[in-house]
Structures are given as structure tokens and as C-alpha cells.
């Protein structure tokens, strides 16, 4: 009993820790908590179940074909569980992408939904890995060794891969040309079925430390540029704020000591933690998350033509904006 729940434990907790922080980055305009529960709840329990299911029965379909163990596991490994795994967790931001059309504002909004989807399907898998490749196979050794592995070595794989869904759309998202809005989807689809077949072929086709050590060196080095291209998207959103929010001082709707606080990221990480001592840390929290929303919607108005009523938007945000303004700055 207790090596299941340990590895329960660091099958999960670990990777609500890394969605937690994937949250943290998106510091301008924050998704709702909620969604962000959903998907991850999709992706550890309804991808990864049918994942399990589907995998299976591609491999015992195959060796029925071939007779050959070898093979199958390689068919699944490379070609079954990149596509069937990869869909089934893109399934979460699709639903996003159509349902809550309006809370898909940015590129970044994309990596942060497709990521914690990835990290929900990421903490099943980590617990059956732990557990039975690792407990039942070399004991408590094993179930040590996979925790390392797991977590902290391939701990970013899942996000890694699915964040190139998010980004393809969230690029259909916001483009204005019609053709991308097909082939933004498909694309990065293509790219997160096909790291993910890399990444599995390497480790599969021959086990050993030196290939290991390569795959290793291959993920990391994807990872590491994948968080440059989030810290730029995180630039992106605070050049877009400082366009959309700065007529808002002319306006009335914030005051520009604020406009500059709403510019900072370290001005936006502290200032919720200060308010708590003088119980304004919802109000605090809100006004930035009403700045980002505002900025969005005011570019989009502008740049798309999706049949959203952005003017309502807008007007509702401006609105609560101004208010909180108003009781922050008395």
C-alpha cells in the first residue's frame, strides 16, 4: 500500500507544482482557475485513461500482425502513443478554443492551456511508471530511481510536446487570414506528434546510458528554448498593455502610477502579496486582471473579425476598471 501512495504522491504533486508555476508565468492576463482545473482533470483522467485503452489495443493488434514483441512495443512507442496520446490531450484546448472562445486571448494563453493539460496526463503516467516499472520491477530501488526519472529528468516531455497544439491555436486564434485558422491547428499538431515520436524513438530503438544521456540532452535543450519563446510571448503581452492601456489615463480608467505599476512584472507579483495587509488583495488581484482582459479585447476588437461582440467586453471591463481604480487610488 505504501509504495502506491507514494507513488501517487510524486506522480501528482510534482506536477501540480510545475502547472502552478506555468500559471505564475502567465503574470498579465490570467486564465480562470477553473478552466485550468479542467483541462489538467482531462488530461489525468480521461486522456490518460484512453490512452491506456487505445495503446493497448494497437498493441496487441500488431502483434497479432508481426508475432513479434519487439515490434509492437516499437510501433507503439513511436507511432501509437505520439498520435493517440497527443489527441487525446489537444482535446482539452480544443474544447477550450471553441467553448471559451473570448479566454483564448495570446500565444501564451495557448502553451499555459495545452501544458496543463499535458502535466494532468503527465501525473497518471508518472504514477503507473513509478509504480510498476519501478516498485514492482526493482522495489523500492525502482520506485526511487523512476521518481528521478520521471519528474525531474522527463519531468517537462508532456508539456514540452502538447504546448505546439496550444500554439497552433492560439495562432488560428488570432490570425485574420482564413487558411492559417486550418492550418495553425495542423501544423502544431504535427510538430507535438512529432517530438514526441523523437523523443520515444531515441529511448526505444536502443536502450542504453549513452542514448539516454542524448535523448536527455535533445529534451532539455527543446525545453530550455521553449522557455525562451514563453519569456518573449511574456514580453509580447506587456508591449501589447502598454499600446492598449495607455489612452486608458486619458480616459479616466486608471491613473498612470498605476498604467506603470500594471507594466511591472515584479510590481504585479509583489503588490497582490503586499494588499493582503491591508485587505486589498482581491481588489489588487482583480484591477491587473482587468488591465490584461481590457488590453486584449481592445487589440482583438481591432485586428479580428470573429463576430464577437468585443464592444461588450470592453465596456464591462472599462467599466469595473474605473471603479477599482477609483477605491485603490482613495
Given at each position: ?120 496526463f503527465a501525473a497518471t503516467e508518472n504514477t503507473l511508471y513509478i509504480y510498476e516499472k519501478g516498485y514492482l520491477a526493482s522495489g523500492f ?190
Amino acid at each position: 500500500m505504501i509504495p502506491f501512495v507514494l507513488s501517487v504522491f510524486f506522480g501528482f504533486v510534482p506536477m501540480v507544482v510545475y502547472a502552478a508555476w506555468v500559471y505564475w508565468l502567465d503574470r498579465y492576463e490570467q486564465e480562470p482557475k477553473r478552466l485550468l482545473g479542467i483541462v489538467f482533470l482531462w488530461g489525468a483522467l480521461i486522456a490518460a485513461a484512453g490512452a491506456l485503452i487505445f495503446n493497448s489495443i494497437w498493441d496487441a493488434g500488431f502483434y497479432l500482425l508481426t508475432n513479434s514483441e519487439r515490434l509492437s512495443a516499437l510501433s507503439t512507442y513511436i507511432v501509437s502513443a505520439p498520435i493517440i496520446e497527443e489527441f487525446l490531450k489537444a482535446l482539452a484546448v480544443v474544447g477550450i478554443y471553441f467553448r471559451y472562445r473570448h479566454e483564448f486571448d495570446s500565444i501564451l494563453d495557448g502553451i499555459v492551456y495545452a501544458s496543463i493539460a499535458a502535466l494532468g496526463f503527465a501525473a497518471t503516467e508518472n504514477t503507473l511508471y513509478i509504480y510498476e516499472k519501478g516498485y514492482l520491477a526493482s522495489g523500492f530501488s525502482g520506485l526511487v530511481s523512476l521518481i528521478l526519472v520521471r519528474v525531474f529528468l522527463v519531468g517537462w516531455q508532456h508539456p514540452f510536446y502538447t504546448a505546439f497544439t496550444g500554439i497552433g491555436l492560439a495562432v488560428a486564434r488570432l490570425t485574420r487570414v482564413r487558411i492559417w485558422r486550418i492550418l495553425a491547428p495542423l501544423i502544431g499538431f504535427s510538430f507535438a506528434v512529432f517530438t514526441h515520436s523523437m523523443h520515444n524513438l531515441i529511448i526505444s530503438i536502443y536502450p542504453s546510458y549513452l542514448t539516454c544521456l542524448l535523448g536527455s540532452i535533445i529534451d532539455w535543450t527543446g525545453w530550455l528554448a521553449m522557455f525562451t519563446f514563453v519569456l518573449y510571448t511574456v514580453y509580447r503581452e506587456r508591449q501589447l498593455l502598454e499600446r492598449q492601456l495607455e489612452e486608458e489615463i486619458a480616459l479616466g480608467t486608471i491613473t498612470e502610477t498605476q498604467f506603470k505599476r500594471c507594466l511591472s512584472f515584479t510590481h504585479r507579483v509583489f503588490d497582490p502579496l503586499m494588499s493582503v495587509f491591508n485587505g486589498q488583495y482581491g481588489l489588487v488581484r482583480r484591477f491587473y486582471q482587468l488591465c490584461g482582459e481590457l488590453a486584449h479585447k481592445k487589440a482583438q476588437s481591432a485586428q479580428l473579425d470573429d463576430h464577437i461582440d468585443y464592444t461588450k467586453y470592453i465596456e464591462a471591463y472599462r467599466s469595473e476598471l474605473t471603479k477599482i481604480s477609483r477605491l485603490l487610488s482613495a
